[in-house]
């Protein structure tokens, strides 16, 4: 079967300082790869999105990136973090090109301070 | 463009009420209707799915129904429970893409 790991589960950095969130899936190959923020009481924005190795799609430009250095390996980074950068991120992967669900990893709890 | 319109909560409920949560969307042909749910602190499960008019996706007492004359997928349970207190998400995508729309997502409150 298929899970799905973040790490870490929870993050406390000062602004201004570099991130590195990482998401990895198993017992699947080649999946699309996706990572959300989600604001305190509110919905899922999409940050990036990536349907192969070294494949990044962007959608709200900021200070975050996005790597997929392997298959089953996403990466969401920042050199330098704001306050603005808060949030609950998490990673998602769906089968390609089938247009099915999304399976949700257990997220990672941001505080910028 | 396509999006997904849910009722804003809180929804507050006695055990053993009767739920609905309303979801409307807008998108050309025919895309595919989920319904997640959110646990505090934790990711999003899927609940159920429907992937063409007129389908009914269930799981664990919730329903909803793919009706594309109204373009709605409303989410019912018929007895809700304390542990159905959550965070319910409606979404869609289309087969063969990569990106999926959410909805804004809708919180449900149940007391005992």
């Known amino acids: 079967s298929q899970t799905i790991h973040q790490w870490p589960a929870t993050l406390v950095q000062p602004v201004g300082s570099p991130l590195s969130l990482e998401c990895t899936v198993e017992?699947?190959?080649?999946?699309?790869l996706y990572w959300y923020r989600q604001a305190a009481g509110r919905g899922l924005q999409l940050l990036f999105y990536?349907?192969?190795?070294?494949?990044i799609s962007s959608e709200v430009p900021q200070n975050l990136s996005a790597s997929r250095p392997q298959d089953r390996q996403f990466i969401l980074s920042s050199k330098k973090l704001l306050l603005s950068d808060s949030g609950f991120y998490l990673c998602?992967?769906?089968?390609?090109?089938?247009?099915?669900?999304?399976?949700f990893g257990p997220g990672t709890r941001l505080t910028v301070t | 463009g396509n999006s997904v319109t849910q009722m804003e909560g809180p929804v507050t409920l006695s055990e053993e009420a009767f739920l609905t949560i309303n979801c409307t969307y807008t998108?050309?042909?025919?895309?595919?209707l989920f319904w997640y749910v959110q646990y505090p602190g934790e990711g999003l499960q899927l609940l159920l799915k429907?992937?063409?008019?007129?389908d009914k996706g269930s799981n664990k007492g919730f329903e909803a129904t793919y009706r594309k004359e109204t373009t709605s997928f409303h989410l019912e349970k018929g007895s809700v429970q304390v542990s159905d207190s959550a965070v319910y998400f409606c979404?869609?995508?289309?087969?063969?893409?990569?990106?999926?729309?959410f909805g804004t997502g809708t919180r449900l409150k149940v007391l005992a």
């Open positions: 998602a992967w769906s089968v390609q090109r089938e247009g099915g669900e999304q399976y």
């Open positions: 979404a869609l995508s289309y087969p063969g893409t990569y990106k999926y729309i």
């Open positions: 990536s349907v192969g190795i070294g494949q």
């Open positions: 998108a050309t042909g025919y895309p595919s």
């Open positions: 017992g699947t190959s080649n999946p699309n």
């Open positions: 429907a992937t063409k008019a007129d």
